[in-house]
């Protein structure tokens, strides 16, 4: 089975940190785009950033100079390094992953079961 397993979610105080990391394990040996989304309680799930194969980046406008996504292509790990965290940035976090698609997917082949990020203030 093709699985992504997300890790690193938790309970910080508003301005901390925390660093997910999602792992990719399976039949498929090349992935093009890697990244990580998050839903609210009452929202809908948004974009967070993505990053294709040759490392370029989109990232939504509120979480730019705040977070920071890299990946290692040798371990199929990506991973979202959270600095200055704000109560608003409470969500689960999952991880998505597709062989083809780079950036901007309507909708990637593989997701992770989500990572819980709670933000007190």
């Known amino acids: 089975q093709v699985q992504l397993v997300e890790s690193g979610g938790g309970l910080v105080q508003a301005g901390g940190s925390l660093r997910l990391s999602c792992a990719f394990s399976g039949s498929i040996f090349s992935i093009n785009g890697m990244g990580w989304y998050r839903q609210a309680p009452g929202k809908q799930r948004e974009l967070v950033v993505v990053i294709d194969s040759a490392g370029s980046t989109n990232y939504a406008d509120s979480v730019k100079g705040r977070f920071t996504i890299s990946r290692d292509n040798a371990k199929n790990t990506v991973y979202l390094q959270m600095n200055s965290l704000k109560p608003e940035d409470t969500a689960v976090y999952y991880c998505?992953?597709?062989?083809?698609?780079?950036?901007?997917?309507?909708?990637?082949?593989?997701w992770g079961q989500g990572t819980q990020v709670t933000v007190s203030s």
């Open positions: 998505a992953a597709d062989p083809l698609c780079g950036l901007g997917c309507n909708e990637y082949d593989y």
